[in-house]
């Protein structure tokens, strides 16, 4: 006798079903966590010493590997731009075509790829854990606001310092560019940095920063919601924070998309 349940036409829709009802699922506690961490902040339900403490690990934790990334990746755009320019004359444009890509997208998206890989999974993973092991639930059970004392100050760290940590990688990526400038194409540093100045405008540098904002607020708040709704044991805890990581990626590169269309389109 044919059973439906068993082809493998059937077996694909039915995974694509459950796909698309998690994606719509996690939207939607994603809004709604959204909603209530913003009435938390509005109403001054936050908790100053976790906010401090989640600041520490949002701003100094990601900071070593912010600044060796955004270096490493505009030490070799410089290294292939550089001698090119040199090539047609234009080895003078180096410094305003390293601070426009620097600027405007480099350091912001690769600090912000640095923060998910070490503090968001760290976010999704430490509260995966708790909602396990039912820590959240108690918090519930005793009356305890567990989004006012465990999303909200990750939330608020996420937008007060990744622009920070957007600045010193900016800067730090600037630097690199123009030493290996020096190096590959025999710029002198003075024309390097008298350049930069060219490419550099207020209303870009406060773009970014804006941008670099909603970047750090949106990985805590998937981080957080990942980690928050998570349900059964080890295995699940893994789940959830590859689950944010990628929520995380798939967030900022979408945050870029709106940004540029919207501010330079």
């Known amino acids: 006798m044919f059973e439906l349940n068993k082809t493998l036409t059937y077996q694909s829709l039915m995974l694509l079903k459950g796909e698309i009802e998690d994606f719509i699922a996690t939207v939607g506690n994603i809004g ?56 047609q004359g234009g080895a003078d444009y180096t410094g305003t075509l390293s601070a426009l890509v620097m600027v405007r997208e480099l350091a912001t998206i690769m600090s912000g790829f640095a923060i998910i890989s070490m503090v968001g999974s760290s976010f999704a993973s430490e509260l995966a854990s708790m909602a396990v092991t039912e820590q959240i639930n108690a918090m519930t059970v005793l009356k305890v606001d567990y989004i006012s004392y465990l999303i909200v100050p990750r ?25 290996v400038s020096n190096w590959c194409a025999d710029l002198s540093l003075l024309n390097y940095y008298t350049s930069l100045w060219h490419g550099l405008y207020l209303r870009d540098i406060f773009i970014a920063l804006l941008k670099a904002s909603f970047f750090g607020g949106t990985i805590a708040l998937i981080s957080c919601v990942h980690g928050c709704f998570t349900h059964g044991g080890a295995k699940e805890v893994g789940l959830a924070t590859t689950k944010a990581v990628v929520w995380s990626f798939l967030g900022i590169a979408v945050w870029d998309f709106i940004f540029a269309s919207f501010f330079y389109l």
């Open 32 to 87: 709604v966590i959204f909603v209530e961490v913003v009435k938390r902040i509005f109403s001054f339900k936050i908790n100053f010493k976790e906010t401090i403490e989640q600041s520490k690990r949002f701003a100094f934790d990601s900071l070593p590997i912010s600044l060796t990334i955004v270096g490493m990746t505009s030490a070799i755009i410089a290294m292939q731009l550089a001698p090119e320019l040199a090539k």
């Open 155 to 179: 939330f608020l760290a996420g937008v007060v310092f990744m622009p920070c940590v957007f600045i010193l990688s900016a800067v730090f990526g600037l630097i690199c560019a123009g030493y």
